[in-house]
C-alpha cells in the first residue's frame, strides 16, 4: 500500500511540474507573439519616413519631418502614396516654407458673393471704365478671339467678360503666394479643409517644365486661384490648355494659352455653341411659383410663360431654362435662365457672379461695335 502512494505521488509531482512548464512556456510564446504584432502594427502605422517603402517598391528617402505639423506629415504621406514618383524631399521642404497667411482666413469668411445683394454687387463689375476696357480687349485681340470662338464655340464677348470680372483683363491677378494661400486652407480652415487639400496636391504635382515660373513663386487670389483666368490647380491640370504650343500652361503671360483654357473650361462643363444665356422676364397679368434649385435648368420654356414669365426674345419654347430672382436697385428682378448660365456658375457658384459676366458680356459686345469714349480705356 506504502509503495502505491508513493508512486501515485510521484506521478502527480510530475504531471504537475510538466503542467507548469508547458503554461511557462505558453506565457512565453504569448509574449513573444504579442511584441511582434505591436512591431507589425508600428510599421504599418508610422509615417513614410525613414527609410520606408512605397508601394511600388521604390525606396523612400530619409525625409526628416520637423516643422511640419501631424496635419502636413499626414497630408504628405497621402500625397506620395498617389504620386509615387514625386520626390518626397521636395515636397516636404515646400511645406515648410509655407506661412499662414491670417489674411487669407479673413478673406475667404467674407466673399461679396454671399453679402451683397445684387443691387450691391453689380455695380463692382458692371462700371464704364470696366466696360470700355473690355471692349478695347476685343478690339485688340479680335482675330485670336474669333480664332478660339470657331474652334470651342464660345463667343467671344463672353470670354473676355469672365477675364474681366476675375481680374480686370489680367490687370489684378493676386497678390498671394499660391502656396500660401492654399496650405493656409488646406490646415487651418475645417469648414473647407478636404477641398483646399485636394488642390494643394493638384498643385504640388503640376509639371514644373509647364509652369510659367517656380511653383514657390506663383502668386494669385487669396483661395489659390491662378493668372488672368483664376484657375484652381485642380483646374488647371484638367483644363488649362497649351494655347500658343510652347510647351508651358502659362495663364499670367500667354493670352492664346488663357483665352484657349477658358474656354476649355466653360465647354467641358456643357456650354452650348449658339445658345442663350440669359434674358429678362416679361411678367404676365398674374405669375405662379415657380420653385428652383440654384441655377438648374428645371423647366423649359414654354413651362416658365404658363406660370406668367415668358421670355423678352424669341426662343424655342422647349428649350431648359429656370428662373432667376434678384433684388436690383429698383426692386425685385426677374430673368429667364439657361443652361449656358448654369454653365458659368461652375465656375463661381454664385447666380450673381454668373449674371455679372452676362452682362458685362453684352455691354462689351455693344461697347466693341463703337469707337471709344473713356479716356485711357485700353491702359
Not at 498643385?203 to 483666368?229: F, K, T
Not at 484652381?232 to 491640370?237: G, K, T
Not at 438648374?296 to 428662373?323: I, Q
Request: glycine letters at 6%; charged letters at 15%; one cysteine or more.
Amino acid at each position: 500500500m506504502r509503495g502505491n502512494s508513493v508512486l501515485r505521488c510521484a506521478r502527480i509531482i510530475a504531471l504537475h511540474v510538466d503542467y507548469m512548464s508547458r503554461l511557462r512556456l505558453s506565457l512565453v510564446l504569448l509574449i513573444c507573439f504579442g511584441f511582434g504584432v505591436t512591431i507589425v502594427r508600428q510599421a504599418y502605422s508610422a509615417p513614410l519616413v525613414q527609410g520606408a517603402t512605397a508601394a511600388s517598391g521604390k525606396r523612400l528617402e530619409n525625409v526628416p519631418t520637423q516643422g511640419l505639423s501631424a496635419a502636413e506629415i499626414n497630408f504628405l504621406d497621402t500625397f506620395m502614396i498617389s504620386h509615387p514618383h514625386q520626390n518626397r524631399a521636395r515636397i516636404a521642404a515646400l511645406l515648410r516654407q509655407t506661412q499662414v497667411q491670417d489674411a487669407v482666413l479673413q478673406a475667404i469668411s467674407q466673399p461679396a458673393e454671399h453679402t451683397k445683394t445684387w443691387a450691391e454687387y453689380r455695380p463692382i463689375f458692371l462700371g464704364s471704365r470696366r466696360i470700355e476696357q473690355g471692349a478695347a480687349f476685343m478690339r485688340a485681340h479680335r482675330a485670336l478671339l474669333q480664332k478660339i470662338a470657331t474652334e470651342y464655340g464660345v463667343a467671344p464677348q463672353y470670354m473676355v467678360a469672365i477675364l474681366g470680372v476675375e481680374t480686370r483683363y489680367g490687370r489684378v491677378t493676386g497678390k498671394y503666394r499660391i502656396l500660401d494661400a492654399l496650405s493656409t486652407l488646406a490646415f487651418h480652415y475645417p469648414p473647407r479643409a478636404s477641398f483646399f487639400r485636394t488642390q494643394l496636391a493638384a498643385l504640388l504635382a503640376l509639371p514644373a517644365q509647364q509652369l510659367p515660373a517656380p511653383l514657390q513663386d506663383l502668386h494669385g487670389s487669396y483661395a489659390g486661384a491662378m493668372g488672368w483666368s483664376q484657375f484652381m490647380p485642380l483646374s488647371l491640370q484638367h483644363y488649362g490648355i497649351d494655347g500658343d504650343g510652347n510647351g508651358r500652361i502659362d495663364l499670367w503671360n500667354s493670352l492664346p494659352d488663357i483665352l484657349a483654357s477658358t474656354a476649355n473650361y466653360l465647354v467641358a462643363h456643357g456650354w452650348q455653341r449658339g445658345q442663350p444665356v440669359a434674358m429678362p422676364a416679361v411678367l404676365g397679368k398674374s405669375t405662379a411659383e415657380v420653385p428652383t434649385q440654384r441655377s438648374k435648368t428645371l423647366y423649359v420654356v414654354e413651362a416658365l410663360e404658363a406660370r406668367g414669365y415668358a421670355p423678352s426674345a424669341p426662343v424655342d419654347p422647349e428649350l431648359p431654362a429656370t428662373l432667376l430672382t434678384l433684388q436690383g436697385a429698383y426692386g425685385p428682378e426677374y430673368w429667364i435662365t439657361f443652361a449656358n448660365f448654369e454653365v458659368i456658375t461652375h465656375y463661381n457658384r454664385s447666380p450673381l457672379y454668373a449674371m455679372a459676366v452676362t452682362q458685362l458680356a453684352e455691354a462689351i459686345q455693344h461697347a466693341a461695335a463703337t469707337p471709344s469714349t473713356v479716356p485711357g480705356a485700353a491702359s
